[in-house]
T-cell receptor, first 114, second 114 residues
Framework: DQQVKQNSPSLSVQEGRISILNCDYTNSMFDYFLWYKKYPAEGPTFLISISSIKDKNEDGRFTVFLNKSAKHLSLHIVPSQPGDSAVYFCAATDSGGGADGLTFGKGTHLIIQP | GAGVSQSPSNKVTEKGKDVELRCDPISGHTALYWYRQSLGQGLEFLIYFQGNSAPDKSGLPSDRFSAERTGGSVSTLTIQRTQQEDSAVYLC????????????FGPGTRLTVL
């Protein structure tokens, strides 16, 4: 049973436009959410996170929105740049500390078209 | 300083053989995590170390899998009697404390069991 779902395996966006990546979760115990970015042959790198006490967190071109009632979060990238082409993973955890690790979605492959 | 390193980067083995995967976390990071990513799947959490101890080993897929960490630093993941379904990328991550804010990932070891 997948607790973190990214229903779009891939997404193609024109350079300069907004990229919106979506993520849904089922475990109501999750209270911290992260986005990781992964290039081929590299490990995932942390991008941005949000606590369940917030509904928005912004860092430069990246904004994460959290809708707790819908158990949904999204990552907005604006404007999209060619270097943003990568696989984006949504991850979640509860406040139990590190022992449970992070629960990841399957990822969305973002392709930025010139 | 250096990031998380893993060795080997690629490992091809025959079914039934044992393999050992190594992770060198970032110096000073007390928490260490192992994940694996099978083809088309998200990252699956395997085990977490706080210092040298792993409080919960239930995430390991079977009793053929074991992990240890010595000196609060290097960790090895051992798979005995490998099976084809063990083929995956095995990722190691570390964090300064067992905090969900940010885990730093290594590049992974791609294991192929023939």
């Amino acid at each position: 049973d997948q607790q973190v779902k990214q229903n779009s395996p891939s997404l193609s966006v024109q350079e300069g436009r907004i990229s919106i990546l979506n993520c849904d979760y089922t475990n109501s115990m999750f209270d911290y959410f992260l986005w990781y970015k992964k290039y081929p042959a590299e490990g995932p790198t942390f991008l941005i996170s949000i606590s369940s006490i917030k509904d928005k967190n912004e860092d430069g071109r990246f904004t994460v929105f959290l809708n707790k009632s819908a158990k949904h979060l999204s990552l907005h990238i604006v404007p999209s740049q060619p270097g943003d082409s990568a696989v984006y993973f949504c991850a979640a955890t509860d406040s139990g500390g590190g022992a449970d690790g992070l629960t990841f979605g399957k990822g969305t492959h973002l392709i930025i078209q010139p | 300083g250096a990031g998380v390193s893993q060795s080997p980067s690629n490992k091809v083995t025959e079914k039934g053989k044992d393999v050992e995967l190594r992770c060198d976390p970032i110096s000073g990071h007390t928490a260490l995590y192992w994940y694996r990513q099978s083809l088309g799947q998200g990252l699956e959490f395997l085990i977490y170390f706080q210092g040298n101890s792993a409080p919960d080993k239930s995430g390991l897929p079977s009793d053929r899998f074991s992990a240890e960490r010595t000196g609060g630093s290097v960790s090895t993941l051992t798979i005995q009697r490998t099976q084809q379904e063990d083929s995956a990328v095995y990722l190691c991550a570390s964090s300064l404390i067992p905090d969900y804010n940010e885990q730093f990932f290594g590049p992974g070891t791609r294991l192929t069991v023939l």
